[in-house]
């Protein structure tokens, strides 16, 4: 969702005639976009301030623009610690951004904290700009927010209540996003299925999607299992253009810690939810996340986490051990010792390996569909995603950004399948073959 809104961001500014660049020394406004979902994210921004700093010592001092996260979270103590921050900015302030910027510019005196919660503006004011991002998979953000309140994240305090555009300000967008040369769209929320606005829901909204020619591929993320309606596993057998991955978190593999952590639903509601999209789509995968030692967790919960992984077979996971964040209500929880914590988070990890690497290892002298996004740099190579979301590479000297090839792999590690495009004549072979 940053990448999302540092392009809305590239494309506000632009009005004031600033544009991007990735050489540091020519920089006169620098936007640092923050994440507050884990530790150690406000020592991050000391730390990118102060290189900036650095590399500025003797020249005139640039615009230091926090925005994000870390901004509505801690903006007031940023600004007290470090006067070389010009202003900080919500996520759902940053529309202000050009009027922020170019006041500074004028030397005017104007208030140094923007973390209103003002979503439907800051909208309104997307709607007015055209999203001008061009990559072949691109990001499109249509919920924001979050009600749940899970006891350990940060996201309701930081990004605000839920809140879901409109269909029709979504598409409009979508359209811009493959008229630019987009084939994939992925659709962006705290909790995209939670999407809703007046009656319709994110199912109404793949299929609306679909309708949109020379958009090829559709992927939304991320979901919570609660709002996983009957209407959306529907569509996963349906929509024609909806990707067969679904990532869904899960956090525990233990009924008694997602009670603890107020996740509203238990393992047997959650296999069920993956049983049934795996009858309406058989070729179903999933992703997952983990937090792994949250308060109260016990070897017996732990235990339940790994068999869950083995069950499952998540081909991605995330998993990081639990990290009090300020202001939630795990904050102030008994926190389990350091070391089981890395130890506990080691062996899921090792789990997790094995059972990726299971899936991975399978895929070899298969044939997977790729659309391809781009040149790997300085080689005459392609990177593209099937259609599980696993990145491809194969060897091509002509261009094959934008396009969906079949490709057979003949090797993989664990984040890269590499392959060959399979060529009219050859694919004949390898069907006969099969
Ligand atoms: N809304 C999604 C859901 O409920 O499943 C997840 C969105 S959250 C922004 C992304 C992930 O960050 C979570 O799934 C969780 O695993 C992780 N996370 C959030 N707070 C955390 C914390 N305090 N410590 C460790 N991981 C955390
Ligand atoms: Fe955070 Fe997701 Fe829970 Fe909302 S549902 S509080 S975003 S983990």
């Known amino acids: 969702m940053n990448e999302y809104d540092s392009n809305r961001i590239k ?13 540091i020394d020519e920089a006169n406004c620098f936007v640092l976009n923050t994440c507050h979902i884990r530790e150690k994210a406000t020592e991050k921004v000391y730390h990118e301030v102060g290189r900036v ?18 901004a509505q979270a801690e903006g007031d103590l940023l600004l007290m610690r470090e006067k070389y921050i010009d202003a900080v900015i919500g996520p759902q302030s940053y529309h202000n951004i050009n009027d922020i910027i170019l006041a500074i510019e004028s030397k005017k005196k104007i208030k140094l904290n923007y ?3 003002d979503v439907i503006n800051k909208f309104d004011e997307i709607n007015l700009n055209k999203n001008t991002d061009s990559k072949v998979s691109t990001f499109l953000s249509i919920q924001e927010g979050c009600d749940k309140f899970c006891k350990f994240c ?14 029709d300000e979504i598409l409009k967008e979508a359209k811009q996003q493959v008229d630019n040369g987009s084939k994939e769209i992925i659709l962006l929320g705290q909790n995209v299925n939670a999407y809703k606005y007046n009656n319709k829901r994110l199912s109404d909204l793949l299929f609306a999607l679909e309708k949109i020619s020379g958009l ?7 979901s919570h299992p609660k709002d996983l309606t009957q209407d959306l596993i529907e569509a996963h057998g349906d929509c024609k253009k909806l990707m067969p991955i679904l990532h869904l978190p899960v956090q525990s593999g233990s009924s008694r810690m997602l009670k603890l952590m107020n996740r509203n639903h238990t393992i047997e509601e959650y296999l069920k939810l993956i049983e049934k999209l795996k009858i309406k789509k058989p070729t179903m995968k999933f992703s997952s996340d983990f937090i792994i030692a ?14 869950l992984m083995k069950e499952v077979k998540f081909i991605n996971s995330y998993s990081f051990i ?52 781009n040149k ?24 094959l950004s934008g396009e969906i090839k079949e490709v057979k792999i003949n090797n993989c590690n664990q984040n890269t399948l590499f392959g060959e495009v399979v060529s009219a004549s050859k694919k004949v072979k390898v069907e006969y073959a099969a």
Do not use: M, W
Not at 294 to 307: I, L
């Open 322 to 373: 639990f990290s009090p964040r300020p202001g939630t209500p795990a904050a102030t929880l008994k926190e389990i010792d350091g070391l089981i914590a890395k130890k506990r988070l080691a062996y899921f990890q090792n789990t997790s390996n094995d059972v990726k690497s299971e899936y991975r290892n399978q895929l070899v002298n298969t044939i997977v569909n790729v659309l391809f996004e």
């Open 53 to 70: 700093k650095k590399k500025f010592r003797n020249k005139e001092k640039p615009i230091v623009l926090i925005v994000g996260c870390v």
């Open 154 to 167: 940060v996201v309701p305090y930081t990004r605000g209540p839920e809140y879901s555009r409109s269909l």
């Open 216 to 222: 090829q591929r559709i992927r939304y993320t991320t």
């Open 294 to 307: 949250y308060p109260g967790e016990t070897d017996k919960d732990f235990e339940k986490t790994v068999q």
């Open 115 to 117: 973390t209103e919660f």
């Open 11 to 23: 494309d506000f500014t632009k009005k004031i005639g600033y544009l991007s660049t990735t050489k």
């Open 376 to 399: 790997v740099k300085d080689e005459n190579k392609y990177f593209g995603r099937d259609e599980h979301f696993n990145s491809v590479i194969v060897e091509s000297n002509t261009k």
